[in-house]
């Protein structure tokens, strides 16, 4: 059963920001902030900096919502404005991203792994696993896997070379795969 404010689409929330009702800030922030938390968290790893960056993430969207030039992407929007504060923090927090030479590349696979990822279906497993990664390795992966950032637009935003983010992603399948295999052969021995 939906609520009366699920039938509120975001047009009309952003109507009412623009007419100065605050109702819409807060009925846009509730409809987000978990979304964009979950998005953030999966970056950066500590929830008391993503809690911060949800914060500045709202105040930067809503001083800005009169430049949102489509008001059906709201959410894409909001989202990609997380992304990129996210990413400016780790900058800021010295976590840089550095060229993997492509003949260094592990060769493995593709298909295999994604059909072992598929069959398993422990998101919550693989996030853990993620999040063990150093900093560098789980942007890109979060970025790649959950937010669904083609590895060319990760590389733009990174401001790193293609070949890097493909690297970087390759060993984590990788990583992820070993983790995954040696726990299930641990599960089946107890």
């Known amino acids: ?10 047009k009309e929330l952003l109507e009412l920001c623009s007419s100065g009702d605050n109702s819409g800030y807060s009925l846009l922030y509730h409809r987000y902030s978990k979304a964009i938390f979950n998005s953030i968290f999966r970056i ?18 809503f001083s ?44 493995f696979n593709d298909d295999d792994l994604e059909e072992k990822l598929a069959m398993e279906s422990r998101v919550t497993e693989l996030q853990n696993i993620i999040a063990e990664f150093p900093p560098q390795t789980r942007t890109i992966v979060n970025l790649f896997l959950f937010e669904e950032m083609p590895q060319e637009e990760i590389a733009k935003v990174l401001n790193i070379p293609h070949g890097t983010v493909r690297s970087y992603y ?7 795969f070993e983790k995954l295999t040696s726990k299930e052969q641990n599960d089946r021995s107890a």
């Open 64 to 107: 800005e919502i009169k430049s949102l030039k489509n008001v059906e992407s709201f959410g894409g929007w909001i989202k990609r404005i997380a992304i990129n504060q996210s990413l400016n923090f780790l900058r800021k927090n010295k976590i840089y991203f550095s060229e993997i030479d492509d003949d260094k590349m592990l060769d």
């Open 1 to 10: 059963m939906k609520t009366k404010t699920e039938n509120i689409s975001d």
């Open 44 to 61: 950066l790893n500590d929830r008391e900096d993503a809690e911060d960056i949800l914060q500045e993430v709202f105040v930067k969207a």
């Open 170 to 176: 390759h060993r984590a399948k990788k990583k992820i």
